[in-house]
């Protein structure tokens, strides 16, 4: 099964950037279906963004799209969050999921549809 580890989080002033790493290990990574969510306090954990297995195929919430870039290197069994331009409502903390997929194109976007989680990582936006 596929271990996750997400970094890269911190405090940063709105307009801002910073990149999240998630290292997965113990598994097929480059077979996973790959996705980050993110929950503020008091509130669901909400998708961010999604790539599928292929790499090539992305997909992102509404709310990051422009600002965020979703990523993976499945040689160095790691996706990345690309986060500019950054806003206090981005804050959170953010968490990369993984799910084993038949489908090289294909990527999900319910937190239901994932097994694997990471720890999550912070991220604080200042205004």
């Known amino acids: 099964q596929v271990q996750l580890v997400e970094s890269g989080g911190g405090l940063v002033q709105a307009g801002g950037s910073l990149r999240l790493s998630c290292a997965a290990s113990g598994g097929s990574f480059s077979s996973y279906a790959m996705a980050w969510f993110r929950q503020a306090p008091g509130k669901e954990r909400d998708f961010v963004a999604a790539?599928?297995?292929?790499?090539?195929?992305?997909y992102y919430a509404d709310s990051v799209k422009g600002r965020f870039t979703i990523s993976r290197d499945n040689a160095k069994n790691t996706v990345y969050l690309q986060m500019n331009s950054l806003k206090p409502e981005d804050t959170g903390v953010y968490y990369c999921a993984g799910k084993w997929s038949y489908y090289s194109n294909t990527y999900y976007y319910r937190p239901s549809e994932y097994d694997r989680w990471g720890q999550g990582t912070q991220v604080t936006v200042s205004s």
């Open positions: 790539i599928a297995w292929g790499g090539f195929t992305t």
